[in-house]
């Protein structure tokens, strides 16, 4: 039987759902203040707004567009980083307690830097991943078929614009992504050893100062934080490019879109307002497309933490060949020194 690892990259919770849900529900109300407008617009254009009937349109508009923002602020927004925030402490105690009951010739493996990796920025890293994939993933993909709905309720033409815009996406951060992947798992012993001459020069201050070596060991930590601050600087360039690209796309989108529901407007086969309604979906088509980018980028870019993470695991439950002595114990007895050492060796 495969063993259920403690550190899934995916999990299905009611309230991860809810969120997904949520985020939708967010673009289904914008989506729905675009198509106002340009209905709006339609009838302004054609006469059929009088003065009696536009008041309570604009009013309807404005309430509608209202409950979008404070949807999306809400349930796109505030909803999604709280339970990040929640799922990267939970990682963090969890690698915590493996590294508490793991033996100890798996311990000694590797340095006091490696644990602190492993407890700070792989946890978060994995939180952010399981958060991303569990609700940000479902919920903007839920969003692009609402839009791609909207946009054919408008006309299918514009419904197929959109589609190819939202392919468009897909190779702006592909590219960078997997730099950043790669740049991110040759980093990784570097910052170890980092964290590590940190530790030392901590630890031996007191002998450093004595002796007079102050300079051997600020010299020999400037070079490791040297050496691990330009590979970072290589892995933050490749990440934002993956994360920036898709989003600074968006008003080239829009543009196009325009021009489609512009021509359509040319031949007569839509209202002016439909131009209105397909900047705006064009607009919205940015924000899931850029949530579906960058959760691609982090989890390419992250995918080693998981890894190490997992490792952990592995080591921890490994035999230390005292199992028996834990089993056969009282629970209540006060181990002797010698005792007490053997069973969490």
Partial sequence: MRHRTQFPIFELRPSYALIALGSALGTVLAATAALVAGSLVSDVAAGAL????????LLGYLALSLAAQLATFGL??????????RREVDSSERAIDL?????????????????????????????CIVVATSTYVP??????AALLAFAALVDPTLAGVLALCALVYVPLSLLPSRAANRLQTRMMPMREAWLDEARRLVEERRAAVAAGAEGFYGRRYRERAESYRRWRRGYLLADTLSTSLPTSSGTLVQVIAVVACALLVATGRTGVGTVIAAWQLAGLLGQPMSFLCEMASVFAANRVNVGLLRELEREAAEPSGFERLRRTSRPCAVPSASTEGAIHA
């Fill in 139 to 144: 919920g903007a993909m839920l969003s692009l």
């Fill in 50 to 57: 009088g003065t009696t009937t536009a008041a309570p349109a």
């Fill in 76 to 85: 796109t927004g505030w909803l999604p980083q709280r339970a990040n925030l």
């Fill in 99 to 127: 590294v508490l009951h793991m033996p100890q010739r798996a311990f000694v493996r590797h340095e006091a830097g490696h644990y602190l990796n492993l407890v700070n920025m792989a946890s978060f890293a994995h939180g």
